[in-house]
């Protein structure tokens, strides 16, 4: 099966297993996904997160964080879209939640926080908000 959207699947897949207080959510793994994983991980809106290579696909299962019992991640919405792509120089990065919230940025330095972003002064395809 081939997804048009593949991190639009990725986020859908978080947010239907926090709203269903899932532990652990699977998805297909590529190196993108990762990255995102891993800035999500840092930021601490997830435990951790794991690449499973027993199959010929590779499997990435992160493990949801929560807080009170409600899920940390309160919001992660897909900003470009493959039929939309969204670009923003460094200056123009958006504050995601008045700084509460980071957006995922992919950068010709590589996928960063818009903080990292604006610190290095590099701009990029805004991919995600998360808050």
């Known amino acids: 099966m081939s997804l048009s959207d593949p991190i639009g699947d990725m986020i859908a897949r978080v947010k239907n297993a926090q709203a269903r207080y899932h532990k652990k959510v699977e998805l297909p793994s590529s190196n993108f996904k990762t990255k995102i994983a891993d800035i999500l991980k840092n930021e601490g809106f997830i435990k951790d997160f794991k690449i499973n290579d027993k199959d010929k696909k590779p499997i990435l299962s992160l493990e ?68």
């Open 64 to 131: 949801l964080k929560y807080y009170s019992g409600n899920p940390v991640i309160s919001a992660f919405e897909r900003v470009s879209k493959p039929g939309r792509r969204i670009f923003s120089s460094a200056e123009g990065l958006p504050k995601i939640n008045n700084g509460l919230g980071i957006a995922i940025i992919s950068t010709p330095k590589g996928v960063m926080t818009d903080i990292d972003a604006r610190k290095q002064k590099v701009g990029g395809e805004i991919i995600c908000k998360v808050f």
